[in-house]
T-cell receptor, first 115, second 114 residues
Framework: EPEVTQTPSHQVTQMGQEVILRCVPI?????FYWYRQILGQKVEFLVS????????KSEIFDDQFSVERPDGSNFTLKIRSTKLEDSAMYFC?????????????FGNGTRLTVT | AQSVTQLDSQVPVFEEAPVELRCNYS??????LFWYVQYPNQGLQLLLK??????LVESINGFEAEFNKSQTSFHLRKPSVHISDTAEYFC????????????FGTGTQLKVEL
């Protein structure tokens, strides 16, 4: 069964550094998402992306965050200047459609640790 | 805005015993409800969903959940758990027009013991 793959599985970075989290969505999916989960807290929606544009973003997704689909397969989340509070598990997801009837397929996540 | 509450952070249970994982939601508009499961070192996988129709929905591995509008609940149940059901379970909600922008609960860690 096709799956969403995320790399790396764990990234450690120093505060103020830029990080790029990478995702390869399922090949025939058109909608892409990033969610994150701070340890012990809820899984939170960050952003959705379709047709090379952000379709929706949450309040968390401020100017230090950006997303990109640099080629036909990868979908990336960039954090420009990391803060301690950015430490979390980041999940990429994709779906065929944007409808609630089109289930999200999640990757295994990237654990980001900011020191 | 909608919200989801999972009151139980951990639920220990013996193998072959029944289990119920509780989920309550809050929303001013109609909702669609989901349960996701996360096995160790894996991503979240859709377990089951309620969109419309019958309020009782079932998964292929024996879990079921019942949508109760009056109690704003969507509890997950299994009559007899297996050691392989050990995982974290997340309840999630979206609203009409909300697409796949899900609001999740904090998750319940189900630990099945021999």
């Amino acid at each position: 069964e096709p799956e969403v793959t995320q790399t790396p599985s764990h990234q450690v970075t120093q505060m103020g550094q830029e990080v790029i989290l990478r995702c390869v969505p399922i090949s025939n999916h058109l909608y892409f998402y990033w969610y994150r989960q701070i340890l012990g807290q809820k899984v939170e929606f960050l952003v959705s992306f379709y047709n090379n544009e952000i379709s929706e973003k949450s309040e968390i997704f401020d100017d230090q965050f950006s997303v990109e689909r640099p080629d036909g397969s990868n979908f990336t989340l960039k954090i420009r200047s990391t803060k301690l509070e950015d430490s979390a598990m980041y999940f990429c997801a994709s779906s065929e459609l944007s409808s609630y009837n089109s289930p999200l397929h999640f990757g295994n996540g990237t654990r980001l640790t900011v020191t | 805005a909608q919200s989801v509450t999972q009151l139980d952070s951990q639920v220990p249970v013996f193998e072959e015993a029944p289990v119920e994982l509780r989920c309550n939601y809050s929303s001013s508009v109609s909702v669609y409800l989901f349960w996701y499961v996360q096995y160790p070192n894996q991503g979240l996988q859709l377990l089951l969903k309620y969109l419309s129709g019958s309020t009782l929905v079932e998964s292929i591995n024996g879990f079921e959940a019942e949508f109760n509008k009056s109690q704003t609940s969507f509890h997950l149940r299994k009559p007899s758990v297996h050691i392989s059901d050990t995982a974290e379970y997340f309840c999630a909600v979206t609203i009409t027009g909300g697409g796949n922008k899900l609001t999740f609960g904090t998750g319940t860690q189900l630990k099945v013991e021999l």
